[in-house]
Antibody
Framework: EVQLVESGGGLVQPGRSMKLSCAAS????????MAWVRQAPTKGLEWVAT????????YYRDSVKGRFTISRDNAKSTLYLQMNSLRSEDTATYYC???????????WGQGTLVTVSS | DIQMTQSPPSLSASLGDKVTITCQAS??????IAWYQQKPGKAPRLLIR???TLESGTPSRFSGSGSGRDYSFSISNVESEDIASYYC?????????FGSGTKLEIK
């Protein structure tokens, strides 16, 4: 069974940094592209970043480019999202997702809430 | 960026009704649209990929269709467990973009 478990969320001040982790199990992590999707409180879904199966390619939405870094450790079956220079508009639940057969967000974790506030 | 215009924002249906949600893309997305269900407090769940391919475990009362810029998602014989929000997603081009969502309520 595919399992994705996020951690690392919490309250952080504007301008500070936070690193999210996603522990994957139940599948061969190194075979799949992964992504982060976020959802602000009571709002819709928003793609944040994607990384290829081997980490060689990464893609970001414009509003996080230069501030967020997606990475992976295939030996540890773990996905990361390093978030720097956080803004209030980054407040959201962040979901770790896995692709399957070309569909980008086929499996989802339970999400971790990041609150950016002073 | 491709904009996904999803309607209606909310739907109220009786049990057993058929409901339809539409998504219009700002350009041709070559059938690369998926549909997700999100129940309150839960992560989204992929129901349909590539316009009309049902995921394993998706009940057959769910369906999708469309081409070019215009796509639809239907639930026939709505059941109480279908109370949720539904989102479309285009994955033809980066940035991947979602529709704004449709909240389904039971009358």
């Amino acid at each position: 069974e595919v399992q994705l478990v996020e951690s690392g969320g919490g309250l952080v001040q504007p301008g500070r940094s936070m690193k999210l982790s996603c522990a994957a199990s139940g599948f061969t992590f190194s075979n799949y592209g992964m992504a982060w999707v976020r959802q602000a409180p009571t709002k819709g879904l928003e793609w944040v970043a994607t990384i290829s199966y081997d980490g060689s390619s990464t893609y970001y939405r414009d509003s996080v480019k230069g501030r967020f870094t997606i990475s992976r450790d295939n030996a540890k079956s773990t996905l990361y999202l390093q978030m720097n220079s956080l803004r209030s508009e980054d407040t959201a639940t962040y979901y770790c997702t896995r692709e399957m057969l070309g569909a980008p967000f086929a499996y989802w974790g339970q999400g971790t809430l990041v609150t950016v506030s002073s | 960026d491709i904009q996904m215009t999803q309607s209606p924002p909310s739907l109220s249906a009786s049990l057993g009704d058929k409901v339809t949600i539409t998504c219009q893309a700002s350009q041709n997305i070559n059938k690369y649209i998926a549909w997700y269900q999100q129940k309150p407090g839960k992560a989204p769940r992929l129901l349909i990929r590539y316009t009309s391919t049902l995921e394993s475990g998706t009940p057959s009362r769910f369906s999708g269709s469309g081409s070019g810029r215009d796509y639809s998602f239907s639930i026939s014989n709505v059941e109480s467990e279908d109370i949720a929000s539904y989102y479309c997603l285009q994955y033809d081009n980066l940035p991947l973009t979602f529709g704004s969502g449709t909240k389904l309520e039971i009358k």
